[in-house]
């Protein structure tokens, strides 16, 4: 099965909604919506419209990310957050997300990482305790690496954790996965603009699959 959406809204909600079936909420990284206005979008949106969502930055990047500007509470502590670090500041993040989560019925959570998330033994450790000390639910958790990790320790993360290798189609292949997750970032710059010959080799290269694949632009 194939869904293909988009990060984020690209257009109108109502538009939105009639061409695609799934889209990743950005917000959810940046800064957390209400719960009302979550609720709000949730009852919006068609019954069997997916969301998925992207995991609240407090779990997985540092306070000195760039991507904290847009943060509306207060940090305290700064060294407690980011980099699954086992902390009650990491830990109240995720809590949260997971009820933003099942607020929208959303089952494919993305943990998306800084390339200064590199493959050190105490960021290994940090993001084993982590997975295993959450409560799982019925979610899938997608996990999108930078900083240089081999295939094969990615590969044997993923496996002990059970997580989704999530991937840019064009830039590599999952090690491991139960479904796809691709998110496409754009060959060279994140305003490259996909051309027919680029749509074809990525059709060929999903007709290969025949697991739940995920395409989010």
Same mark, same amino acid.
């Not at 988009?6 to 257009?11: P, Q």
């Not at 019925?138 to 990790?149: H, M, P, T, V």
């Not at 496996?159 to 090690?175: M, Y």
């Given at each position: 099965m194939l869904k293909i959406g =988009?990060? @984020?809204?690209? !257009?109108k909600k109502r538009e939105y909604f009639k061409n695609f079936s799934v889209v990743e909420l950005q917000q959810t990284f940046y800064q957390l919506p209400s719960k009302e206005l979550i609720l709000k979008w949730r009852n919006e949106s068609p019954l069997d419209f997916e969301y998925t969502l992207k995991a609240w930055q407090l779990i997985t990047h540092p306070p000195s990310s760039p991507t904290y500007r847009r943060i509306k509470i207060k940090i305290k502590n700064e060294r407690n957050y980011g980099f699954f670090k086992p902390t009650d500041e990491v830990f109240s993040a995720w809590n949260k997300t997971s009820q933003i989560a099942d607020i929208l019925k959303a089952k494919v959570i993305i943990f998306q990482c800084p390339a200064s998330f590199g493959p050190e033994e105490a960021n290994i450790k940090n993001m084993k305790m982590f997975? $295993? $000390?959450? $409560?799982? *639910? $019925?979610?899938?958790?997608?996990? #999108?690496?930078? @900083?240089?990790?081999? /295939?094969?320790?990615? *590969? #044997?993360? =993923? #496996?002990?954790?059970?997580? !989704?290798? =999530? !991937?840019? &189609?064009? *830039? @590599?292949? &999952? !090690?491991?996965? /139960?479904?796809?997750?691709?998110?496409?970032? @754009?060959i060279g710059t994140y305003n490259y603009k996909y051309t027919k010959g680029d749509l074809e080799r990525l059709k060929e290269e999903l007709n290969k699959f025949s697991k739940i694949t995920y395409v989010m632009f």
């Open positions: =988009c990060c @984020g809204f690209a !257009v997975f $295993k $000390k959450i $409560k799982r *639910k $019925k979610y899938i958790f997608c996990w #999108e690496q930078r @900083g240089g990790w081999e /295939n094969n320790l990615i *590969k #044997e993360i =993923c #496996e002990e954790l059970n997580l !989704v290798h =999530c !991937v840019d &189609p064009f *830039k @590599g292949k &999952p !090690v491991f996965d /139960n479904i796809n997750y691709f998110r496409l970032h @754009g």
